[in-house]
């Protein structure tokens, strides 16, 4: 528990005490929580309901995040994403560390769309025509919608766009799904693109490391040669001082000698 309190009090951002500040891993966590409910949430009108589901993963990670904190915190992260799309790859992950989560979520929403309409014909294309209206930066307007619906010239205003719309939705069936794929071929070439990019990228910061790691090798063989040849030189002093001592004892040990013999003789 001494923790997790931990955890939660090292995000609270001291210039404001209401609300604490997100920190990079929560707004991961956040995001794997919201990815596995995306689906959820494009097929659902209400999803006032998911976002308290959110709110209650995120408690049980450890962090104290409401509903509409949850929701204000997605509709930033997916403004901040759209924002992204003019910059380059480098510049995308140091002005946005979390595009590649974001990216994930839409590119998987989009296999959705296709694999929809794969399966469905024209009825999957009305679902997924549905799935792009309630993107996740329109969320919150279903929730506005529903309020407004004491409003009984909307309501009709309502009806009228949803006949219209079904009448000549059999006769542009064909052209909705020439888009879909203009569209999807758009999408998959600039993924491609951006894959290009970080490869090149990759292979760039990966001969600069080859670089740098050549360079410390090499440092690191002369500093063996420099530490060998000291220690040759200094195994060679020794040796030298051991000569140099033994050769002073010799000479001690002859003067001994000559002089006891001078003593024997004098006495």
């Not at 923790?3 to 604490?20: K, S, T």
């Not at 309502?158 to 009448?167: A, H, L, P």
């Not at 001690?252 to 006891?260: F, G, V």
Request: glycine share 6%.
């Amino acid at each position: 528990m001494d923790g997790l309190h931990h955890r939660i009090a090292a995000n609270i951002d001291p210039g404001d005490g209401r609300f604490p500040q997100w920190s990079i891993q929560e707004t991961r966590d956040f995001l794997v929580i919201r990815a596995e409910l995306d689906q959820t949430f494009i097929e659902t009108k209400r999803n006032k309901v998911l976002w308290e589901v959110v709110a209650t993963k995120m408690k049980e990670r450890g962090y104290n995040r409401s509903t509409e904190q949850c929701k204000s915190k997605w509709k930033n992260l997916v403004t901040r994403y759209k924002g992204c799309e003019t910059m380059e790859q480098e510049g995308m992950r140091l002005q946005f560390p979390f595009y590649n989560e974001l990216q994930t979520i839409f590119s998987a929403r989009m296999q959705r769309m296709l694999w929809m309409e794969a399966e469905g014909g024209a009825s999957g294309s009305k679902k997924r025509s549905s799935g792009m209206l309630l993107s996740s930066e329109d969320e919150d307007e279903n929730e506005e919608s529903d309020r407004e619906k004491g409003n009984i010239g909307s309501k009709k205003k309502r009806k009228v766009t949803k006949g219209s719309g079904s009448t000549s939705t059999h006769g542009s069936t064909g052209g909705n799904i020439s888009d879909l794929k203009e569209v999807l071929e758009e999408f998959m070439k600039q993924q491609m693109q951006m894959e290009m990019e970080w490869l090149k990228a990759f292979e760039a910061r990966e001969e600069e490391r080859k670089v740098r790691e050549m360079e410390w090798r090499q440092k690191m063989e002369a500093l063996e040669n420099e530490r060998v040849v000291n220690e040759r030189m200094w195994r060679e002093r020794e040796e030298q001082r051991r000569v140099r001592e033994e050769a002073r004892a010799d000479r001690r040990d002859a003067l001994m000698t000559e002089l006891l013999n001078r003593l024997r003789r004098d006495g």
